[in-house]
């Protein structure tokens, strides 16, 4: 389970962010009704078609920082993951050298790879 956290938290987060830029289906289900059923791609969108230009320009500007917000995050996640992984591959190699003498070879060579 420790292994798979990392993924599912990058899986949530990109699945936040699909959602948050997503128009056409939040049209579609929730029909755009004004004040109720805002998003901020819908908000962008009503903006720009109300030509209020510059509101819209700071909600791209408020979506991109929470897009570049979300892409630090899942740097931070994969980097995590990685270093677990290590981690753990580097205790079930010990596990099976003790059974397996080629396991010392394949982790000789793991570790020059820097696993």
């Known amino acids: 389970m420790p292994l798979v956290r990392p993924h599912l938290a990058a899986g949530l987060l990109l699945g936040l962010t699909r959602a948050s830029g997503e128009v056409g289906i ?19 969108f009503n903006a720009v078609s109300r030509a209020e230009f510059d509101a819209a320009t700071a909600l791209c500007l408020l979506s ?5 917000v979300v ?7 994969q980097k995590r993951a990685v270093k677990l ?3 753990s591959y580097s205790k079930l190699l010990d596990v099976f050298s003790d059974f397996f003498p080629h396991f ?3 982790r000789a060579a793991f570790s020059k790879v820097g696993c």
Request: proline share 0%; charged share 20%.
């Open 26 to 44: 939040t049209m579609m289900l929730g029909g755009n009704i004004s004040d109720r059923t805002n998003t901020l791609s819908l908000e962008i």
């Open 64 to 68: 991109t920082i929470f897009t570049f």
């Open 71 to 77: 892409f630090c995050l899942l740097e931070i996640i």
């Open 85 to 87: 992984f290590r981690k």
């Open 104 to 106: 010392t070879r394949v």
